[in-house]
T-cell receptor, first 116, second 112 residues
Framework: EADIYQTPRYLVIGTGKKITLECSQTMGHDKMYWYQQDPGMELHLIHYSYGVNSTEKGDLSSESTVSRIRTEHFPLTLESARPSHTSQYLC???????????????FGNGTRLTVT | RKEVEQDPGPFNVPEGATVAFNCTYSNSASQSFFWYRQDCRKEPKLLMSVYSSGNEDGRFTAQLNRASQYISLLIRDSKLSDSATYLCVVNMRPSNTGKLIFGQGTTLQVKP
């Protein structure tokens, strides 16, 4: 079982608030990811990181930002939440095996965000 | 055209049936392929990787067809507990970017 944790599990917040979604993993994985998923829809990659001090934007444009100061921690921040940000946010990590960056992902249990 | 395409279903099958899902991908240089399972309102979990020679894990068999650029998942002797959404996952580059793209998923409902 993967050791990757997300908090909070559920968050309901008003428009304009700044929020940070936490993600931590204890497996020492170099690669970490944030995906966004609306109900019944596919996952969209919004951010990823190859390691400490490395962050890249994913395929879906997002107003969120991320940081990777420590290997185990990959928080996602929304400076000013809007109703359009209402979604499920899933954090994942993977290891680099034999130089391959294409190892399977281990997911956290997600944060369900509702912006009112 | 989407980079990874799946028939969303739902596939409604009786217990004990055999069911197969296909997934097509657009990048002929893709090298890594996976099937994930996602239960309602839960995170995706790795079901199995897909290897070039095909691979089997109990009632589940995965195959890769590079020429036609699709992967398949076969489930034999379906159980009620197999009801879920099955996600096809493909890496989009041959190099070490490691970006994995998810299909929209195929929903399976196994009925008693």
């Amino acid at each position: 079982e993967a050791d990757i944790y997300q908090t909070p599990r559920y968050l309901v917040i008003g428009t304009g608030k700044k929020i940070t979604l936490e993600c931590s993993q204890t497996m020492g994985h170099d690669k970490m990811y944030w995906y966004q998923q609306d109900p019944g829809m596919e996952l969209h990659l919004i951010h990823y990181s190859y390691g400490v001090n490395s962050t890249e934007k994913g395929d879906l444009s997002s107003e969120s930002t991320v940081s990777r100061i420590r290997t185990e921690h990959f928080p996602l921040t929304l400076e000013s939440a809007r109703p359009s940000h209402t979604s499920q946010y899933l954090c994942a990590s993977s290891e680099v095996v034999g130089g391959s960056y294409n190892s399977p992902l281990h997911f956290g249990n997600g944060t369900r965000l509702t912006v009112t | 055209r989407k980079e990874v395409e799946q028939d969303p279903g739902p596939f409604n099958v009786p217990e004990g049936a055999t069911v197969a899902f296909n997934c097509t991908y657009s990048n002929s240089a893709s090298q890594s392929f996976f099937w994930y399972r996602q239960d309602c309102r839960k995170e995706p979990k790795l079901l199995m990787s897909v290897y070039s020679s095909g691979n089997e894990d109990g009632r589940f068999t995965a195959q890769l067809n590079r020429a036609s650029q699709y992967i398949s998942l076969l489930i034999r002797d379906s159980k009620l507990s197999d009801s879920a959404t099955y996600l096809c996952v493909v890496n989009m580059r041959p190099s070490n970017t490691g970006k994995l793209i998810f299909g929209q998923g195929t929903t399976l409902q196994v009925k008693p």
